[in-house]
């Protein structure tokens, strides 16, 4: 790994100037994807601004309407929290799924929203849920917030705090994983939310995380799994690669949205009754 | 810059000076001696170098050393008490949860979180729950064999099990 300096301030105020004091300088979270990518030599950041010393960015708070999770709160955190699981059982799922339980204990939610990778869970809750990312600078939702390949509507020197999750009537997530990563190679969420229509968002078969209207338009109209496998989804600009080309990908989506679908019907939540950790 | 951290390693405080980019992993191995602690992939995969930072396993090859500063270490070297092998590493002995023995302290780390945190663990979870942990040789039938064993001896010892989760 190439050197760099390395700072671990205690206000946001202080990251921000950090931010600006040095354009290469990039944010520590997790470090479960940024280590690895300094590790290949694929980021060279000139600093490190390592945000574990910030207490208020940790955390889980429940609302009557909405889950708040603060940006350093990890992956395993958001697994366990009994009050996620109760809220918005598909989102707690979803964290379980991530990488494996070792990465799960120092990947956090703002570390892979900031990151935008296009294989990433957590997008696709954000964009099912219809979230909001809260930064230290403004409130911005998901759907605005997710614009290409590891990139995303922050601006310099802005970073996230917390993200804010309204809960839905129900949900499902799907992940078709890759065998050796366990990214998902295409994973969908799909909610029916208390105000508004169904939501289906998709991850890993695009440059980014969005939102499949035609299964939405579908789906309002028949929320069955029958309707969400009888769209089409047109393959050209998803991903192709060795692990699935594009038309194997868009084959997945209706798929996927279907068992989700059929789980939201089922009310079949995947979580073993009397097991504290998933 | 070299920057000064403090920590404990095995229950032993350690304070050095180290350069931001050192990886807790090759530091633990090639500063501390402590080499049981393998590095397998390095990218952060394997689960060779798994070690327990505050009874959390992580991949000690993708964490910085000033990542760990005031946290309490765990490596395969500390798990003993008086002479006496952890449950765990008794539950590989009896179970021959090894053959070549290079991913095991990996293994005996990252099932020793598991075995105190997670209960109910049946085999196909406990098969979910180790997809962090690569072994090329057993083909994980007697590792899931000696994780059971050891959640059973846990159990039959009176380790309570957390049972809060993250909040």
Redesign the interface.
């Known amino acids: 790994?190439?050197?760099?300096?390395?700072e671990?301030p205690t206000t946001l105020k202080d990251v921000e100037d950090l931010l600006f004091a040095d354009a290469d300088s990039r944010i520590?979270a997790g470090?479960?994807s940024l280590?690895?990518a300094?590790?290949?030599h694929l980021a060279r950041p000139s600093m490190?601004i390592?945000l574990?010393g910030l207490a208020e960015l940790k955390g889980?708070s429940v609302g009557p309407a909405s889950v708040t999770i603060g940006a350093m709160?990890?992956h395993?955190?958001?697994?366990?929290?009994?009050?996620v699981r109760n809220a918005i059982p598909a989102l707690a799922e979803l964290a379980s799924g991530i990488?494996?339980?070792?990465?799960r204990?120092?990947g956090t939610i703002g570390g892979s929203v900031a990151n935008s990778d296009p294989a990433a869970c957590y997008p696709a809750a954000l964009l099912g849920l219809g979230a909001s990312i809260r930064t230290n600078r403004r409130i911005i939702a998901a759907d605005m917030f997710f614009l290409g390949l590891f990139e995303t509507a922050l601006e310099m020197g802005e970073f996230i705090v917390a993200i804010e999750f309204p809960c839905p009537m129900d949900g499902a997530y799907e992940k078709f994983h890759h065998p050796?990563?366990?990214f998902a190679l295409v994973g969908v969420f799909v909610t029916r939310p208390t105000l508004g229509g169904v939501r289906v968002a998709v991850t890993g078969a695009g440059p980014f995380a969005f939102r499949a209207a035609a299964l939405e338009r579908a789906l309002d109209s028949n929320f069955t799994a029958v309707a969400a496998e009888a769209v089409k989804i047109e393959p050209s600009g998803l991903n192709s690669d060795l692990h699935g080309d594009a038309e194997y990908r868009a084959a997945l989506i209706p798929v996927l949205a279907a068992r989700a679908v059929r789980r939201i019907l089922t009310a079949n939540p995947s979580f073993?009754k009397?097991?504290?950790?998933v | 810059?070299n920057?000064d951290v403090s920590f404990l390693v095995n229950g032993v405080a350690v304070n050095k000076s180290v350069?931001?980019?050192a990886?807790l992993g090759p530091f633990l191995r090639e500063e501390l001696r402590l080499t049981g602690t393998h590095i397998g992939c390095?990218?952060?995969?394997c689960?060779c170098c798994?070690v327990l930072?505050d009874g959390?396993?992580?991949?000690s090859c993708?964490?910085?050393v000033?990542?760990a500063?005031s946290r309490s270490i765990t490596t395969i070297e500390g798990l003993a008490e008086d002479g006496q092998i952890h449950p765990v590493q008794q539950a590989f002995h009896e179970h021959h949860g090894l053959q070549c023995g290079f991913c095991t302290p990996g293994f005996i780390m990252?099932i020793t979180?598991?075995v105190t945190?997670?209960?109910?663990l049946s085999e196909s979870?406990i098969r979910e729950?180790?997809?962090?942990n690569i072994c090329r040789c057993t083909g994980y039938h007697n590792i899931v064999q000696a994780t059971r064993a050891a959640a059973a001896a846990l159990k039959a010892s009176g380790v309570s099990?957390?049972?809060t989760?993250?909040?």
Do not use: W
């Open positions: 790994m190439y050197g760099f300096e390395y671990r520590l470090g479960m280590l690895p300094m590790k290949l490190l390592d574990s889980i709160t990890r395993a955190d958001v697994a366990q929290s009994l009050a990488g494996d339980r070792q990465v204990n120092r050796a990563s366990r073993a009397g097991s504290n950790y | 810059m920057i350069e931001p980019q990886l390095d990218t952060t995969q689960g798994t930072i959390d396993a992580v991949k993708t964490m910085l000033v990542q500063e990252s979180e598991l945190k997670y209960d109910d979870r729950l180790v997809e962090g099990l957390s049972t989760g993250g909040e």
